[in-house]
């Protein structure tokens, strides 16, 4: 029976995204971090792939109940896909996103706008309570533009979605929630949830 999903997430931003985006399932979803303790993961993986599948699988396993992870990255075509997985620490271990975003637009300092070219993806995964996980993504494609806009976080107020003439976090929360890459691997995730739903018999 599924009737509550554990967020395994730290990350606040994170957790107001995708609890909006979930929020008219019919089964509660709890951050992790409103439990008294929960795991510290080690995000190693080769891939946003193996690190979203690690965070679900070990924090379902602590609680022995059903939960979701998030990973991203920025993939910057002039840089060969790069930051990619390492967007998190792309300035270093333990940097700011003040840190990220200006080490992104000094590396593509003298690159012209049309070559600015980039996409953003999030891997979503789904793990039972014994740690069977499930993978779904999504991807925005946008270019990497000087600063604007003081919504959203992290590499927002650089990625500038063309179709709106905006960065990502120039536009409201709504309307990123509508059409980001966290937004359209959720909406799969949505998918598979409620059939979880309905398979329980809730
Ligand atoms: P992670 O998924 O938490 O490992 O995030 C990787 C990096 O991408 C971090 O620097 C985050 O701040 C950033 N990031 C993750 N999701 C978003 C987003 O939706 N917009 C902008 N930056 C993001």
Redesign the pocket.
Known sequence: MICEIVLA?S?R??VK?IESILKDLSIEIVPMTSFASYPIII?DGKT?EE??SKKAREVAIFFRKWAIA?????EVDYLNGN?G?H????AGEKCS?YE?NNKLLEALKNVPQEKRTAK?K?VIAISNPKGKTLLLDGEIFGTIRSCAGTN?????NI?YIPEYERT??ELSFEI?NSI???SKALQKAKKVIKKLISFSGK
């Open positions: 997430t990350n931003h994170k995204e995000e946003l690190n979203a998030d990973d991203s990255g920025i930051p997985v967007s998190a620490r792309y996103s990220n953003f999030t959203g976080f992290g590499y927002d990625f990502l976090a990123k980001s890459h966290r």
